[in-house]
């Protein structure tokens, strides 16, 4: 079974700051995804990564994909209370694996 | 990317009852997979629904429990049978639709059972 660790589990920062959140596993992956859940809603893909080192931004949000492709992570620059919501990482085959996820609020 | 629908959005049942979750996409997929999100964790797969064959289920889901159809290649239901309080979650399904493995889900079917 492949796992994936993600951390922090929970980040409660203030409108502005930097934040990164991390992927991390001991299996190798044909890719990666990050997703966005907020409350009530269902998981929103962000982006796919399918290249070891492979570098994406999406506006403030920068993700990178581990030159072994086992691990991942999520860089926001100058957070906003918009960027509040669960973030989750998956992995995997046929039969995507999930992490945990990270919390995040971001205050006003 | 594929849209996919449930319903309903949210449901408040008694406990011993059962509830019939719906789910359409809106193009033709081989695979539907049904998720469940217990408050503040992380999604679980409950079972794979591929269209002419009986879901597949994963350690810890039995079929009496989670009933599962899948009549075509663009809608599926899962029934919560039973229920209990500790079935109160988040009922999610989803699809793959690229060589990538990325999911697309629905947005949620949200039980609290009483």
């Known amino acids: 079974t492949q796992l994936l660790e993600q951390s922090p589990q929970f980040l409660s920062i203030q409108e502005g700051e930097n934040l990164t959140v991390y992927c991390n596993s001991s299996?190798?992956?044909?890719?990666l995804q990050w997703y966005r859940q907020e409350p009530g809603e269902g998981p929103v893909l962000l982006v796919t990564?399918?290249?070891?080192?492979e570098v994406k931004k999406l506006k403030r949000l920068t993700f990178q994909f581990g030159d072994a492709r086992k691990d991942s992570s999520l860089h926001i620059t100058a957070a906003q209370p918009g960027d509040t919501g669960l973030y989750l990482c998956?992995?995997?085959?046929?039969?995507?694996?999930f992490g945990r996820g990270t919390s995040l609020i971001v205050h006003p | 990317s594929a849209v996919i629908s449930q319903k309903p959005s949210r449901d408040i049942c008694q406990r011993g009852t059962s509830l019939t979750i719906q789910c359409q996409v809106d193009?033709?997929?081989?695979?539907m997979f049904w998720y469940r999100q217990q408050p503040g964790q992380s999604l679980t797969l409950i079972a794979t629904?591929?269209?002419?064959?009986?879901?597949?289920?994963e350690s810890g889901f039995v079929i009496d429990k989670f009933p599962i159809s899948r009549p075509n290649l663009t809608f599926s239901t899962l029934t919560v049978s039973n229920m209990s309080p500790e079935d109160s979650s988040i009922y999610l399904c989803?699809?793959?639709?690229?060589?990538?493995?990325?999911?697309?889900f629905g947005p949620g079917t949200r039980l609290t059972v009483l």
């Open positions: 989803s699809v793959g639709r690229d060589s990538t493995d990325t999911q697309y």
């Open positions: 299996s190798v992956f044909s890719s």
């Open positions: 990564v399918v290249t070891g080192g």
């Open positions: 998956a992995g995997g085959s046929y039969i995507p694996t």
């Open positions: 193009s033709q997929v081989t695979m």
């Open positions: 629904a591929n269209q002419g064959s009986e879901a597949t289920y």
